[in-house]
């Protein structure tokens, strides 16, 4: 019998199972001359010294409710700090732990300068002491051999397909 999620107060699975989790974001692309992409590097304690598959397109969770250009376009915002180009083009959903659905965009931001929301964390663990840290804790602009290396493993289809659509 379905019942309310303990985890997601409101939210009732069909057949008592948990509805997917929903993720959107925006990959953003350059020409510097060949195509580069800009990927954040996962902030907090778990992806600190870690480099390999620890980046990520700008993206976050949303609730079915919110269109997933919407939520990418407030996601992008939340961990850049700088608003979507008005083009998208969508990638497409890729569906692992969650369902994730990215946008591709044109344009050219200052890595440097990108100023992520935060998130609590509780550090260390069973401490009793709440932490703050970036979403992304730094951006770079990467060429696609070296995205391959450091994006998220369930990303990476999101760069064939940006690489189908505009080009390599």
């Given at each position: ?101 990215v946008f591709a965009a ?25 932490q703050e840290f970036p ?34």
């Amino acid at each position: 019998m379905p019942g309310r999620l303990p985890d997601r107060p409101g939210l009732i699975g069909q057949h008592g199972r948990v509805p997917p989790r929903l993720s959107s974001g925006v990959l953003l692309y350059r020409r510097a001359p060949e195509l580069q992409v800009l990927l954040g590097h996962m902030g907090g304690p778990f992806w600190a010294r870690k480099d390999e598959h620890a980046w990520s397109i700008p993206k976050g969770e949303h609730t079915a409710d919110e269109d997933a250009e919407t939520a990418a376009r407030r996601e992008f915002a939340e961990e850049t700090g700088s608003p979507a180009p008005a083009d998208l083009l969508p990638l497409g959903v890729v569906k692992g732990s969650k369902t994730l659905t990215v946008f591709a965009a044109e344009g050219d931001l200052d890595a440097d300068a990108v100023l992520s929301n935060t998130f609590s964390l509780e550090w260390p663990p069973r401490s009793g002491r709440v932490q703050e840290f970036p979403e992304i804790d730094r951006a770079a602009w990467l060429d696609l051999d070296t995205a391959r290396t450091k994006l998220v493993k369930g990303q990476l289809a999101f760069l064939d397909r940006l690489v189908d659509a505009v080009g390599g």
